[in-house]
């Protein structure tokens, strides 16, 4: 996402130039399957049951990979790649779709409302997911969003992987 200062041969900028103009569209769908089926198992499922069994340490895990895979989904949803985590949030905030959870997730950590914060990020995304017409689920949980994203892949490889490996 940076400038480049020195490239004599041009063969980091010939590789760069191929990447900016985006992913292959089964690509995309993997690695966005993966992200969406991660965040209702971290944020959706066990979030919740490691609260509700006093289980904090593994609570604050969940939602940090719950938050993670946030950032990525946002950016495979703008078909923008994600800069290392440290720039994520500040990057996401100048993506046209789903910007404002930035904010959400900037909060998540010390808000008393954790659980109404992470739902609330789940619809966001399944109304995302909607407009793009990659999911038509009426679910909450996100899992069958995932697996209805992994069916429209087409590429054989691909789709013998597993959903968790993309």
Request: charged share 25%; net charge neutral; aromatic share 10%.
């Amino acid at each position: 996402n940076g400038e480049v200062f020195y490239d004599k041969l041009g063969e980091f900028s010939a590789m760069r130039q191929k990447l900016l103009t985006g992913e292959p569209e089964d690509t995309r769908l993997i690695r966005l399957a993966t992200r969406i089926l991660t965040m209702a198992q971290t944020g959706q499922y066990n979030f919740s049951r490691c609260i509700q069994r006093k289980e904090e340490a593994a609570a604050k895990h969940a939602l940090f990979l719950f938050a993670d895979a946030v950032g990525e989904a946002v950016f495979v949803l703008n078909r923008a790649y994600a800069p290392y985590y440290k720039w994520r949030y500040r990057a996401m905030k100048n993506l046209p779709k789903l910007s404002h959870i930035a904010d959400d997730l900037a909060t998540l950590f010390s808000s008393q409302n954790q659980q109404y914060l992470v739902e609330k990020i789940c619809t966001d995304i399944r109304e995302e997911l909607v407009k793009q017409n990659l999911s038509t689920s009426k679910e909450e949980f996100l899992e069958p969003h995932a697996f209805q994203i992994f069916s429209k892949i087409q590429d054989r490889e691909l789709k013998a992987m597993h959903i968790l490996e993309g």
